[in-house]
C-alpha cells in the first residue's frame, strides 16, 4: 500500500511569510494528489487537485507542485486565517491514502 | 448547490452496529463515487471506502474490510455506511465526500458501554 508522508508535523508562521510544506508518496503517484485544509470542528476543504490545479474560489496564495513522489503546498504571504491543518491525499486510484498532515500555527 | 447532510451523532455499545446516512441534494449520486472517511479523535484522516452508487461496486481500505458496509439508494439519492463489531477506536467523525470537493458535515459515532 502507498504511504504518503508529510513534513514537517508542525510549523510556527509569522503573517505574510511564505510557508512550503511537503509530502512524499512511498510510489509514484504521478500528479494524483490532492491537498485539503482542515480547521477544527469542519469538514475538510479542497484546496488543490492533482497536484497543481486550484479548486474553485481557493486563493492564489496557495500553490501546488511536484510530481511523480514528492510534493509541496506553498502559501505565499500567510495570512491568520490560514492557520489549520492541511492534508495531502492520493486520488484517482485506490486505496486513497491522506498523509498524517501538517499543523500550521500562527506567531 | 451541492449538500451532503449526514444523519445525526450516535451512541454504540460495543459490539454492536450503526448505520450512517449521507443524503445528497443538488447532484445525482448515480453519476459519481461515494466516499466515506473517518477522523479518530485529535487524529488525521482515513479513507474508509467508497461505492458506486450506479451498480453497488464497493472498494474497502484493508483495514476497513470487516469493519464497514457502504450501500446507496439511488431512488433517495442517499449513501449510507454500517459499522459493526464496534469497538472503542471506532470513536471518530466521520465524513462522507463526493470526490474531492464536497464533503457531509461529518457525524460523530462514540462507542461506550
Known amino acids: 500500500n502507498i504511504v504518503m508522508t508529510q513534513s514537517p508535523k508542525s510549523m510556527s508562521i509569522s503573517v505574510g511569510d511564505r510557508v512550503t510544506m511537503n509530502c512524499k508518496a512511498s510510489?509514484?503517484?504521478?500528479?494524483?494528489i490532492a491537498w485539503y485544509q482542515q480547521k477544527p470542528g469542519q469538514s475538510p476543504k479542497l484546496l488543490i487537485y492533482y497536484a497543481s490545479n486550484r479548486y474553485n474560489g481557493v486563493p492564489d496564495r496557495f500553490t501546488g507542485s511536484g510530481y511523480g513522489t514528492d510534493f509541496t503546498l506553498t502559501i505565499n504571504s500567510v495570512q491568520a486565517e490560514d492557520a489549520a491543518f492541511y492534508y495531502c491525499?492520493?486520488?484517482?486510484?485506490?486505496?486513497?491514502?491522506f498523509g498524517a498532515g501538517t499543523k500550521l500555527e500562527l506567531k | 448547490e451541492v449538500q451532503l447532510q449526514q444523519s445525526g451523532a450516535e451512541l454504540g455499545k460495543p459490539g454492536t452496529s450503526v448505520k450512517l446516512s449521507c443524503k445528497v441534494s443538488?447532484?445525482?449520486?448515480?453519476?459519481?463515487?461515494m466516499h466515506w472517511v473517518n477522523q479518530r479523535p485529535g487524529k488525521g484522516l482515513e479513507w474508509i471506502g467508497r461505492?458506486?452508487?450506479?451498480?453497488?461496486?464497493?472498494i474497502y481500505a484493508e483495514k476497513f474490510k470487516s469493519k464497514a458496509t457502504l450501500t446507496a439508494d439511488t431512488s433517495s439519492n442517499t449513501a449510507y455506511m454500517q459499522l459493526s463489531q464496534l469497538k472503542s477506536d471506532d470513536t471518530a467523525i466521520y465524513f462522507c465526500?463526493?470526490?474531492?470537493?464536497?464533503w457531509g458535515q461529518g457525524v460523530m459515532v462514540t462507542v461506550s458501554s
Open positions: 443538488g447532484y445525482n449520486i448515480r453519476n459519481t463515487y
Open positions: 465526500a463526493i470526490p474531492w470537493a464536497y
Open positions: 510510489q509514484n503517484v504521478y500528479n494524483n
Open positions: 461505492i458506486d452508487p450506479a451498480n453497488g461496486n464497493t
Open positions: 491525499q492520493r486520488i484517482y486510484n485506490s486505496p486513497y491514502t
